[in-house]
């Protein structure tokens, strides 16, 4: 009988997840191995609900992700673990490819019985671990997970002088509050660094409002613009969450955050009218534009890359569970696995923007921050 693996993708949709579908079709025909691609992530493991996928059925440069998505947390659905573990059985799956962020891959975590590879997705960027160095630098384990690459250039773009906001803001003199997500992790609010924004506010640093309100004022008075780029996770010091909704949780027990840039506008526009005219403070969120679309080069060729890996590893005989990451020799990228059998749940391999990256004093990038952003997305000039 014919070795039959399956592959899902879970959470929300990032730019290269059909790169990597797309791969593993071509690289298990060649390897005389049959793909079940899940439908709605874990969804479809839980009521098999699946294709069969062959080469040449995915298109790998169209964004979004040809099985579709959900999110599920196995452990919370009534015998949702023995489900699953049965129908690993009955299907005779022997491998498993689990593509999503830390909530889809922490089902993982349940389910034994399988060889299964992990291929973190996220916008968010905070699949893996920062290694900090005694001379100040850092190392990243997972440099970048899939969907980071094309989002934070789309940040980039949407703050900057050459391609985006920052020309109405200086002709119009405005100041201009643009909404990253991000929940808890600031990545993609960092990665707009690359666009040359005034100030950069993380959720992983409480922000003193007043400080920055004193901030924002000066830098309008000295340039008439200003570009401020939000997490929508941002806290205030000492006063909680900037804007969540905590009654509208989803299964893995998120709040809802949306309205930060909002938020801080309206304070803005009541609190700096003693230094100017405050109408022309506005609030931008690109929301879901930063995970929709196609892939970018970089982005493309990773998603395949680790599709193709992925399908290599669980045919060679590996029989444990582990993430696939994306690692720099220092000239280019390659995968590598990170073993994770022996973390007791993905929150072991859940990653923060420190200090060595950002300077809350400031509210920007530091010099290692740059360092290591400039091998995923272009700087510009201005």
């Known amino acids: ?106 089902n993982s975590f349940y389910i034994k019985n399988i060889p299964q590879v992990l291929v973190s997705k996220t916008i968010d960027n905070d699949v893996g671990m920062v290694k900090e160095n005694p ?114 949780l989803d299964p893995f027990g998120h709040p809802r955050f949306k309205g930060a840039a909002d938020v801080l506008a309206e304070k803005l526009r009541t609190d700096l009218k003693k230094y100017f005219d405050t109408r022309n403070i506005n609030s931008v969120n690109p929301s879901y534009l930063y995970r929709a679309g196609n892939p970018n080069k970089l982005d493309l060729e990773s998603g395949q890359m680790l599709g193709r890996e992925a399908v290599k590893k669980l045919n060679h005989g590996y029989s444990e569970r582990s993430f696939e990451v994306i690692q720099h020799n220092g000239k280019e990228f390659y995968a590598d696995y990170f073993e994770v059998d022996k973390m007791d749940s993905i929150k072991d391999f859940h990653r923060f923007v420190n200090d060595k990256l950002y300077n809350p004093e400031t509210y920007n990038i530091t010099e290692e921050g740059v360092k290591y952003l400039s091998k995923i997305v272009r700087f510009r000039d201005k």
């Open 135 to 248: 001379d100040g630098t850092v190392d990243m384990i997972n440099y970048f997970t899939l969907g980071f690459p094309t989002s934070a250039d789309k940040i980039a773009s949407f703050v900057s002088w050459s391609e985006g906001l920052r020309t109405t803001a200086y002709s119009h003199e405005r100041i201009m509050i643009v909404e990253s997500m991000g929940l808890h992790a600031g990545w993609l609010t960092l990665a707009s660094a690359a666009g040359k924004p005034d100030f950069i506010l993380l959720p992983e640093f409480n922000i003193d409002y007043n400080d920055l309100k004193e901030r924002i004022a000066k830098k309008f008075l000295d340039q008439r613009n200003v570009m401020v780029v939000i997490s929508e996770g941002a806290s205030w010091k000492g006063g909680g969450y900037i804007s969540v909704d905590e009654n509208n």
């Open 1 to 106: 009988m014919k070795k039959r693996f399956g592959i899902l993708t879970g959470g929300g949709d990032v730019p290269p997840l059909n790169a990597v579908i797309s791969a593993a079709a071509d690289e298990c025909s060649k390897q005389g191995v049959e793909l079940l691609g899940f439908l709605r992530g874990w969804q479809g493991l839980l009521n098999k609900d699946y294709i069969v996928l062959n080469p040449g059925d995915v298109n790998p440069e169209i964004g979004g992700t040809i099985l579709k998505s959900s999110r599920v947390n196995i452990a919370k659905v009534e015998d949702g673990v023995s489900k699953v573990d049965a129908n690993v059985k009955e299907l005779g799956l022997s491998g498993l490819i689990v593509i999503g962020g830390d909530d889809t891959t922490s």
